[in-house]
């Protein structure tokens, strides 16, 4: 079968059995997932993509295990949310909280509290307020607009949360603009891309993508090739499938995600990659059927012929999830993963870096500077072996080149 083919058939019949909606406010299609990490029961935010329609790859945790003295829908001084903090997250990755620039986040549909929720999600964890009001905070349509915003959503909202408080845990001292498509087709989000760019952002997250057909080669060029801006997308959620489009972009950082865990070691932190025992819940990874084989590439065996996903990785698993603030489709704090956490992680440590060179792909960077990187050695999201599959030393499919460790395989 055509790799897209089979990867929108399992997209399709996991969301078949999940039953989530773009309409749900996040409490369609609850299903328990199995992983490296531990068990939990898990939903995806958006519905499975469509020939053209985009997917978000947000996936929280139904009902996470929260402090009894955290106030659901407020900031509580003495208790701690469930979930990995900004703390916990740039411990793991070895990044100092120092940084600057903006980060876009680019989504679709309009988060009404998107501004109110960040604002208690970055006082929870004692960072410097980014609004609207001193400049930090910035939304707008795929056009521009501030005030003529697409439509609410309770799904993309989640998305959003998620998105925006990744960049604060990561960079505090970045801008954020959010930049809202209209609806979440290949064009409407590529024009949002565009947008993003065009306002200035040298880091620009993409948490979403779907099947590869034959129009990606040149929504590619219409909206993911930027010189001179870090663009990172992440690999998909289902396993092993084929391959995501942005993700398999040339352009592009394919992020992978992993299991993230406190250990004994030096590092303090471990990671395997992320995945259900039954290979339908997990961090993606594929071979492009239309773009060739990138240069920063060459020399390595990925097992493809063309692009090969994922280029690096972040923590993903929903087990091991991150802490968001969520209250338009959701009731304050939850946790929540997917490779959608791992795309604004990567963004923002390619922010805490610097300025990309001008002309440059940053997306290269991470090939040049392997050994600044956590290699991810253990786990599998699917049986095609190494390296597609499988971890191991060097390259491999699920989590790329590995994680930060600080932001040395992030400069050009």
Sequence with gaps: MHTALRRLAVLTAAAATTAVGFSAAATAGASTSSTSASAAK????????????????????????????????????????????????????KLTASGSGTVAIVDAYNDPNAESDLGTYRSQYGLPACTTANGCFKKVSQTGSTTSLPSNNQSWSGEISLDVDMVSAICPGCHILLVEAK???????GTAVNEAVKLGAKYVSNSYGGPEDSSVTSADSSYYNHA??????????????????????????????????????????????????????????????YFAKPSFQSGISTGCSRRAEADVSAVADPATGVAVYQTYGGSGWAVYGGT??????????????????????????????????????????????????TAGTGWDGPTGL???????????
Aim: hydrophobic share 30%.
């Design 228 to 289: 001179g801006v870090a663009i990172t997308a992440s690999a998909g959620d289902s396993d092993y499938d084929g391959g995501s489009f942005p993700a398999t972009s040339p352009h592009v950082t394919a992020v992978g995600g992993t299991s993230l865990k406190r250990s004994s070691t030096t590092r303090g932190w471990s990671e395997t990659v992320w995945n259900t025992t039954s290979y339908t819940e997990g961090t993606g990874s594929g071979c492009s059927a």
């Design 42 to 93: 898990t939903e995806r935010v958006c519905s499975a993509p469509t020939a053209h329609r985009l997917a978000c790859y947000a996936i929280k945790q139904v009902s996470p295990n929260e402090p009894a003295a955290l106030h659901s829908n407020a900031v509580t001084p003495n208790a701690t949310p469930s979930g990995y903090g900004p703390s916990d997250l740039r411990s793991a990755y």
């Design 402 to 412: 590995g994680t930060p460790n600080g932001t040395g395989a992030f400069t050009g």
């Design 340 to 389: 959608s956490a791992a795309a604004p992680i990567i963004a923002s440590t390619y922010a805490l870096a610097g300025t990309p060179a001008s002309g440059s792909y940053p997306n290269a960077d991470p090939y040049a500077h392997p050994g600044n990187l956590n290699d991810v050695t253990s786990g599998k999201n699917g049986t095609c072996g190494a390296p597609l599959c």
């Design 183 to 189: 609806s979440p087709t290949t064009a409407n989000l």
